[in-house]
């Protein structure tokens, strides 16, 4: 009890200590509290003093700028903002407007030293130059999409990537390449395919390639580019054949694991191509977009249809050459699978009947296109796609081939053939017809519109909005028979003119400035300008101003020398004064834009030609490769010619 009783005396004693201590501390509090009231006691009359001082200068200034009118307050304009502040993102998109759509230029040779594709080149050209914060922004406008005409623009490209600065950043740029009519020197082959590998390899985001041979020289496999009786210049196989090496894979292999999506192969196919691309098609997987060339017929053909099937998931276009004797269809049918195709146009070497592959792909068809080319318009059977409706319940627009062999009383030609159709989504349908210099008048009232008089009273067609007729003609001379682009008709007018539009009972006309034609679209029809001869549907005046402007007669067909390619680029035979192009020195400069005129505007397959007489072609044996700076120094030295400058065009 005597310890509990002591430790709660010593707890007192220690809690009146602590408690005396704060007693003296709150006491020192109080006094510096006193203190600084004191303070400011003494300072109030200060700052009201300065308050009416404040008040007085500022009735003061007042006063004295009404006095003084033209005295105004100091105000900092903001600075004022240039070209070179704009952020890159918008510098891109002011760039990208600068472009011509894709449509309306033709970066083939054959169409001469002054098309719109040239002048647009030379315009991308500048855009990096035009300041310093400009330079990526242009960079990745004129690197995006490349255009190879000529062998030395691989080398030449080649090595702008191959710099170790510069170069990986500049091939994450090229989103398309396009190969057209650019021969190789065999003494060259190796160097070109090894530059090619390397660009393919590097360009990382490519996601569109096109390929097109050039028509006057042969296409060589493996076998006979190592033949030591071949010589010259040639289309190689690299990008869809395999070489004797195990580890030469085709070129085109590496670009469809890392995601192409589109893929042009506009070339004559045979058994062995086809199988060379069903073989790269196995690691399509991401392609969207597919074009193939001409398939010459034989008898092992229909043995293509016995390769293991592929499925193709994503792919939704394509493009293919028809005929009754091919066998593409067989193959098609058993060896693709195509879940997502949206969009097919089949090129129609001769009438056939096209039901077993419409029926085969037709589910998920929005947009199918019957083109014809030769004899197939006059001997079109419409009985044969009158069906089309059944297979492909998802079609919203049709474009078919029409006999036309009578006419309305006002001129409009007309089929004695009504058209029957159960579509319930059918929404535009057009007609490609053989116009015998007729005009093509608007609709009569009195004998009711296109849709009334083509479309049978039984056919179902709920939602159909627009019928046109697509005027053509058959053209004189034997080169028509192989064309597929001419001056007036082309498989990419119907889906260019979109019938959306204009309303099928619209006035207004459009014009579309195309690489070898002008065309105008109406509600109810589309034509050129070579198929206005006699009455014209519209006056000289109404068309574009550029129709005259580039040099385009009234008469855009020319007569041709006769050739057996049905590919198309069939205007690749044209005199060699058309394959003359645009002045390519006027971007010269030190650095990669200098490398890349090199790489993607050059004079014609001519040019390429002088390389072998430069370096001696006689004297070279047949097994000799050149090295990568031979090659090199002859393209830059062959772009300091006046042919390559076209001087001798300018001054003639």
């Known amino acids: 009890m005597d310890e509990l009783l002591d430790g709660i005396l010593s707890r007192?004693?220690?809690?009146?200590?602590?408690?005396?201590?704060?007693?003296?501390d709150v006491a020192i509090h109080e006094t510096h509290i006193t203190c600084l009231e004191g303070q400011v006691a003494e300072l109030l009359p200060e700052i009201a003093l300065l308050r009416r001082e404040h008040a007085a200068m500022k009735a003061a200034m007042l006063a004295l700028m009404r006095q003084g009118e033209q005295w105004q307050p100091e105000v900092t304009a903001p600075p004022k903002r240039t070209f070179e502040d704009l952020p890159p993102e918008l510098k891109q998109r002011i760039f990208r407007e600068t472009r011509l759509p894709y449509y309306q230029y033709d970066p083939a040779v054959s169409q001469g030293a002054n098309n719109p594709w040239l002048r647009e080149l030379r315009l991308r050209k500048a855009l990096p130059l035009i300041c310093k914060t400009s330079y990526w922004p242009g960079m990745e406008i004129l690197y995006e999409d490349i255009v190879i005409r000529r062998m030395g623009q691989i080398s030449a490209l080649a090595q702008t990537l191959r710099s170790s600065d510069l170069g990986p950043k500049l091939a994450l740029l090229v989103k398309t390449i396009r190969i057209d009519s650019c021969p190789v020197w065999l003494p060259c082959s190796d160097v070109i395919r090894d530059d090619l590998s390397f660009i393919l390899s590097q360009c990382t985001a490519l996601s569109s390639f096109s390929y097109r041979p050039h028509d006057n020289f042969p296409i060589v496999g493996p076998y006979e580019e190592h033949d030591p009786q071949f010589s010259g210049w040639y289309n190689p196989t690299w990008l869809y054949q395999q070489s004797f090496s195990l580890q030469l894979e085709p070129l085109l292999t590496h670009c469809l694991v890392s995601g192409l999506r589109s893929l042009d192969l506009a070339m004559p196919l045979d058994c062995a191509t086809i199988r060379c691309i069903h073989e790269m098609l196995a690691s399509a997987e991401r392609l969207e977009s597919l074009t193939l060339g001409t398939l010459r017929a034989c008898p092992e053909c229909f043995s293509l249809a016995a390769l293991p099937p592929h499925k193709l998931p994503r792919l939704r276009e394509l493009q293919i050459y028809y005929g009754s004797h091919a066998g593409i269809d067989h193959y098609i049918r058993s060896s693709w699978q195509m879940p997502r195709l949206a969009r097919l146009t089949i090129m129609l070497r001769e009438w056939a009947s096209?039901?077993?592959?419409?029926?085969?792909?037709?589910?998920?068809?929005?947009?199918?296109?019957?083109?014809?080319?030769?004899?197939?318009?006059?001997?079109?059977?419409?009985?044969?796609?009158?069906?089309?409706?059944?297979?492909?319940?998802?079609?919203?627009?049709?474009?078919?081939?029409?006999?036309?062999?009578?006419?309305?009383?006002?001129?409009?030609?007309?089929?004695?053939?009504?058209?029957?159709?159960?579509?319930?989504?059918?929404?535009?349908?057009?007609?490609?017809?053989?116009?015998?210099?007729?005009?093509?008048?608007?609709?009569?009232?009195?004998?009711?519109?296109?849709?009334?008089?083509?479309?049978?009273?039984?056919?179902?067609?709920?939602?159909?909005?627009?019928?046109?007729?697509?005027?053509t003609s058959r053209l004189p001379g034997p080169q028509w028979k192989h064309s597929t682009r001419t001056s007036?008709?082309?498989?990419?007018?119907?889906?260019?003119?979109?019938?959306?539009?204009?309303?099928?009972?619209?006035?207004?006309?459009?014009?579309?400035?195309?690489?070898?034609?002008?065309?105008?679209?109406?509600?109810?029809?589309?034509?050129?300008?070579?198929?206005?001869?006699?009455?014209?549907?519209?006056?000289?005046?109404?068309?574009?101003?550029?129709?005259?402007?580039?040099?385009?007669?009234?008469?855009?067909?020319?007569?041709?020398?006769?050739?057996?390619?049905e590919s198309e680029g069939d205007d690749s035979d044209a005199d060699e004064e058309d394959e003359i192009?645009?002045?390519?020195?006027?971007?010269?400069?030190?650095?990669?834009?200098?490398?890349?005129?090199?790489?993607?505007?050059?004079?014609?397959?001519?040019?390429?030609?002088?390389?072998?007489?430069?370096?001696?072609?006689?004297d070279l044996q047949l097994h000799i490769q050149l090295t990568r700076d031979d090659v090199l120094a002859s393209f830059s030295s062959s772009r300091d010619t006046e042919a390559y400058r076209h001087v001798a065009v300018w001054e003639a």
């Open 354 to 471: 096209v039901d077993d592959l419409i029926q085969t792909v037709g589910q998920s068809l929005t947009y199918l296109h019957l083109y014809p080319i030769a004899d197939a318009l006059r001997k079109s059977r419409w009985e044969s796609i009158e069906s089309v409706g059944v297979a492909c319940p998802r079609l919203e627009h049709f474009i078919a081939p029409l006999s036309m062999f009578a006419t309305w009383p006002n001129g409009l030609p007309i089929t004695s053939v009504q058209i029957s159709l159960n579509s319930p989504t059918l929404r535009y349908l057009d007609l490609w017809c053989e116009v015998h210099e007729k005009t093509l008048p608007g609709p009569d009232p009195e004998h009711g519109t296109l849709r009334e008089q083509l479309i049978s009273s039984p056919s179902q067609v709920p939602s159909l909005r627009c019928v046109r007729l697509l005027a």
């Open 488 to 565: 007036t008709r082309s498989p990419d007018w119907p889906a260019i003119c979109n019938p959306a539009l204009l309303d099928e009972d619209s006035d207004q006309v459009l014009y579309y400035r195309l690489p070898r034609a002008v065309v105008a679209q109406t509600g109810f029809a589309l034509m050129s300008r070579d198929r206005c001869m006699r009455r014209q549907i519209l006056d000289d005046e109404d068309w574009p101003d550029a129709y005259a402007r580039d040099g385009m007669s009234p008469r855009l067909w020319r007569p041709t020398r006769e050739s057996n390619s």
């Open 12 to 24: 007192v004693a220690q809690l009146r200590e602590e408690n005396a201590k704060l007693k003296q």
């Open 581 to 618: 192009e645009g002045d390519s020195g006027e971007a010269d400069r030190s650095g990669d834009v200098a490398d890349l005129e090199g790489a993607k505007d050059g004079a014609g397959s001519t040019d390429d030609e002088d390389l072998s007489d430069e370096l001696g072609q006689d």
